[in-house]
């Protein structure tokens, strides 16, 4: 037990400089999804569960004001989610699918300029970071990210352009 423990530990030192980790509530997750949002430059896939961080959707707006090529998947209850920034993004114009295909579209990712992966329990709401107990890890990662990019465009080839409430 001690040296798979000890083989774990240094699996985590090994990444240690690729990987963050950040838990809430208040614990800086939204920070850190809208920090590496702002540096984004090239792309930025999402794919989300529940959507409803003004800030988060103001950084993903703003990413694609900069030239971004932002392009946002979310479950079918953001159709019809009161708070939901789906629409926001929309009549920003980001590119906005629904992915109904499964019960429910539970991924809570973005990549970012195919190389950073921000993924965890962490949905993007207000609620996630002020009052729940959840993660978000911020992965470097050239070849993860191109793994889950691979799975994104899977999700995409089966989802809805969301056309708004």
């Not at 614990?27 to 809208?34: D, L």
């Not at 003004?54 to 004001?65: E, G, H, T």
């Not at 946002?72 to 159709?79: A, E, P």
Request: hydrophobic content about 45%; some cysteine; aromatic content about 8%.
């Amino acid at each position: 037990m001690r040296n798979i423990l000890f083989a774990l530990l240094l699996a985590v030192s090994v990444h240690a400089a690729d990987i963050q980790v950040f838990f809430s509530p208040k614990g800086g997750c939204t920070e850190a999804v809208v920090s590496n949002l702002n540096k984004a430059t090239n792309t930025v896939l999402v794919q989300a569960y529940s959507f409803t961080s003004a800030p988060i959707a103001k950084a993903l707006v703003d990413a694609q004001k900069r030239g971004v090529k932002v392009r946002v998947i979310l479950d079918k209850s953001q159709r019809t989610e009161n708070y939901s920034e789906a629409d926001f993004l929309l009549h920003a114009g980001v590119p906005t699918w629904i992915d109904a295909k499964h019960a429910i579209a539970h991924n809570k990712i973005m990549i970012i300029d195919d190389k950073t992966i921000l993924t965890g329990s962490f949905n993007f709401t207000k609620a996630a970071e002020e009052n729940n107990a959840e993660n978000l890890l911020v992965i470097q990662d050239p070849k993860l990210a191109y793994t889950y990019t691979t799975n994104w465009q899977a999700h995409l080839s089966h989802s809805e352009p969301y056309t708004g409430k």
